[in-house]
């Protein structure tokens, strides 16, 4: 059996066909396969389906540590907590809203992280865990903070 390449060209119709608790990410060569959190975290899976396919930009972050983060131009999204942690392990990745404070994101720790902003810690819902190319993460944010923003496709 011969293996092949994630398939990144996804049309919201392809995702809720597919197995919707599976997502692939990709930045720039580096392929990961995540998780959803569908039963911990039921309305901010629902929330970030909504949003797929998405490419963005993967920033590494300034106040919590050994993380990425991934900010999200709507800014009306809001799924009010569920999972939360602001202690993330490596590959257990976040969404974050709150009306009013800052914008969306979505932050993946490759390291220690301890989420917050530069007014204090922050707790995130965990929504989402890599499962396939965690050992990658930390090379992953050593670019991201030495070279700048990488694209990042969730599909």
């Avoid at 919201?12 to 990709?26: F, W």
């Avoid at 930009?57 to 009306?76: A, F, K």
């Avoid at 939360?84 to 993946?108: K, M």
């Avoid at 995130?124 to 050593?142: K, M, P």
């Amino acid at each position: 059996m011969q293996a092949t390449k994630p398939d990144f060209s996804y049309t919201q119709s392809d995702i809720s066909s597919a197995n919707p608790t599976r997502i692939q990410i990709r930045v720039g060569n580096i392929q990961l396969a995540a998780v959803l959190e569908e039963f911990a975290a039921p309305k901010t899976c629902a929330i970030f389906r909504s949003l797929l396919p998405l490419c963005a930009q993967l920033i590494h972050c300034r106040w919590s540590g050994e993380s990425m983060w991934v900010p999200l131009t709507q800014p009306s999204i809001h799924a009010g907590p569920e999972n939360q942690t602001n202690h993330p392990a490596p590959g257990q990745v976040l969404f974050y809203s709150s009306p009013g404070f800052g914008e969306p994101e979505i932050l993946i720790p490759y390291g220690t992280c301890s989420f917050s902003s530069k007014d204090g810690p922050l707790a995130g819902n965990h929504f989402l865990t890599i499962t396939e190319g965690v050992e990658g993460l930390r090379q992953l944010g050593h670019d991201a903070l030495w070279d700048g923003a990488k694209t990042i496709v969730f599909g």
